[in-house]
């Protein structure tokens, strides 16, 4: 990349800010980097589980000051179609931007799995969940179930709602979590599976794995195989997911990018995708952080990422502190690990290489306070 390009960055999430801040770190003066996002700010999403339960709340960041810090220049619009052949953007404002390189980290849209029930969003119910936590800690409800999708990409957020809610509960109300998957945690592989497992086992929640939930009414589910009917005072469950693609960009039938493992749409030179609004398998903030990174070596000509392959990490809150969770996707059950001590740094929800470095110096000191 030996002369300026004008890069446009569409989505201010984690996958957008870790290209962002990756292209300035290694390509510096030689790129025009413009950033477009609907939401004016960027919130730190993964702390949204222990919000309800007093555990902070999650940090926002204005994106303008953010890709300021970048030296770039920030669009707070929607852009509503692409024109490949023309190689520009359109916005809802109206305005048409060139690009000679076009990052699409649009990320995916939460949806009800079931009709009915309880739906663990905060952008589709932000205060649905709190009013358990509190007929919890009040000792009104016997019996809550959590339910893991069919459909759910990153099933970790369900197994510490069922974890804390017992934790609050102080033993006086019964949690049960029923997932879609063969053993707890299954994409981290056998011995984080384990752990996870002691851990549910200690807490007393009371896990049906490889089962699917079918929610009949607010406090009845159906489980099958086996077609049992679990009633449960309130039934919790985290959401599906629709791709957001935008027109002009190739999309499957769910509406999620298909890219190749340097990030690249397929079929279009110019156009890159990451994060949530891709088809990759497992939908989950370090995984987007590392298909940015990957765009990032692509258009720098740096191919050592080829040889890296996607490394899949989580921190489980526990009632005996953090579980730290990794495997490498390639080979998940050899590498599994699972480790109380950090794995690693900084120790974040969201393990990424540039941008929660980035963040945790800001929060340090307080250049950009929360909104």
């Known amino acids: 990349m030996s002369d300026p390009r004008r890069v446009v960055i569409v989505g201010g999430g984690v996958a957008g800010l870790e290209t962002l801040i990756g292209l300035r770190e290694t390509a510096s003066e030689r790129l025009e980097l413009t950033m477009f996002s609907r939401e004016p700010v960027f919130t730190y999403r993964p702390l949204d589980v222990g919000e309800p339960f007093g555990l902070g709340h999650p940090r926002q960041y204005p994106l303008a000051d953010l890709v300021a810090a970048q030296s770039g220049t920030f669009r707070n619009d929607i852009v509503s179609s692409v024109d490949t052949a023309g190689s520009r953007i359109l916005t809802a404002s109206g305005a048409q931007v060139a690009y000679d390189v076009l990052v699409v980290a649009v990320g995916a849209r939460p949806v009800p799995s079931h009709e009915h029930g309880i739906v663990f969003s905060k952008w589709l119910d932000a205060g649905a969940f709190e009013e358990v936590v509190g007929d919890v800690v009040a000792g009104f409800l016997d019996h809550v179930a959590v339910i893991v999708p069919m459909d759910a990409n990153w099933t970790l957020p369900a197994y510490e709602l069922a974890l804390m809610t017992a934790a609050w509960g102080g033993g006086r109300t019964a949690l049960t979590l029923i997932t879609h998957e063969s053993r707890p945690l299954e994409a981290f592989g056998a011995a984080a599976s384990d752990a996870v497992r002691e851990v549910l086992l200690r807490a007393g929640v009371d896990l049906i794995p490889a089962a699917r939930a079918e929610v009949l009414s607010d406090t009845a589910l159906r489980i099958s195989p086996g077609g049992g009917v ?21 999309h499957d039938a769910g509406g999620f990018i298909p890219v190749d493992r340097r990030g690249r749409v397929h079929g279009l030179d110019q156009i890159f995708a990451a994060g949530d609004g891709t088809n990759i398998r497992i939908k989950q903030g370090g995984l987007a952080a590392q298909q940015a990174d990957a765009i990032v070596a692509e258009l720098t000509g740096d191919h050592r990422a080829d040889r890296a392959g996607m490394v899949l990490r989580g921190l489980l809150r526990t009632a005996d502190g953090p579980l730290y969770l990794r495997a490498e996707l390639g080979d998940a059950d050899a590498t599994s690990t699972a480790s109380r001590a950090p794995l690693w740094w900084p120790p974040s929800k969201i393990a990424s290489r540039r941008l929660s470095p980035f963040l945790a110096e800001l929060d340090r000191y307080e250049i950009v306070p929360p909104t």
Do not use: Y
Request: charged share 10%.
């Open 230 to 250: 679990l009633n449960a005072d309130r039934i919790v469950s985290l959401p599906s997911a629709v791709g957001q693609a935008l027109p002009g960009v190739p």
